[in-house]
């Protein structure tokens, strides 16, 4: 399960404000999934602290637009360039897939709730 980056962004487009922000709640927690593979299993340590910074940073911005549309309906970030984050774009390709992968579970629930 996986969508593009266009895909992505057209999505986005056309959420309302309150839409967006329940959206990216819910995509911050399957980021916290994909943060779990940089922890030793069942373990304290962690095995990947760049996995971890990297979701960390992408938390970052997804949690300023939340904060943004729910303070005052407007985004701190364009679709465009949110994307380009939750993508994580430019960085390793299996991180990609697994920020995408995570968008497409959330969108899909998304269109099942609203079906």
Known sequence: MSITRLEAIEFLSRLTPTEEAAFLARLGHWLTVVA???????????????????????????FAQIAGLVENGERTFDSEDLVSWLSAEGREPELQLQCLDAFARVQARHNNRIA
């Open 36 to 62: 779990r593979g940089g922890y030793e299993f069942q373990a304290p340590g962690v095995v990947d602290p760049i996995l971890l910074r990297r979701i960390n940073e992408i938390q970052h911005r997804v």
